[in-house]
């Protein structure tokens, strides 16, 4: 069983900037593909942005692209979510998941392909 641990979250202004944080515990984290959702209040869990098992290739979704950075470090356990730029609608909590094993270089998107799950860590932008 993998163990997710996020951190990174806080409270910003509009425009400003974040690094999220999520360490894992177990030793598959190397061989699965990461993600990161968010979900606002009242609203359902949408994907943000993954990244392949291997770091080769990353999906974002389309209201954070050219915003957001994923990245990992499989030395480290950890994936980390730059948010750049960020809008009060980015307000949400995030949540870091490890996804099902699939082939090296695929990003699943939805979360029925993610099957560990982090507590969450709370991010709100104001105007």
Do not use: H
Not at 30 to 44: D, I, L, N, T, Y
Not at 63 to 79: H, L, Q
């Amino acid at each position: 069983q993998v163990q997710l641990v996020e951190s990174g979250g806080g409270s910003v202004q509009a425009g400003g900037s974040l690094r999220l944080s999520c360490v894992a515990s177990g030793r598959t984290f190397s061989s699965v593909p990461m993600g990161w959702f968010r979900q606002a209040p009242g609203q359902e869990r949408e994907f943000v942005a993954g990244m392949s098992r291997n770091g080769s290739t990353t999906y974002y979704a389309d209201s954070v692209k050219g915003r957001f950075t994923i990245s990992r470090d499989n030395a480290e356990n950890t994936v980390y979510l730059q948010l750049n730029s960020l809008k009060p609608e980015d307000t949400a909590d995030y949540y870091c998941a490890t996804a099902l094993n699939y082939g090296s270089g695929y990003v699943p998107s939805l979360q029925y392909q993610y099957r560990n799950w982090g507590q969450g860590t709370q991010v709100t932008v104001s105007s």
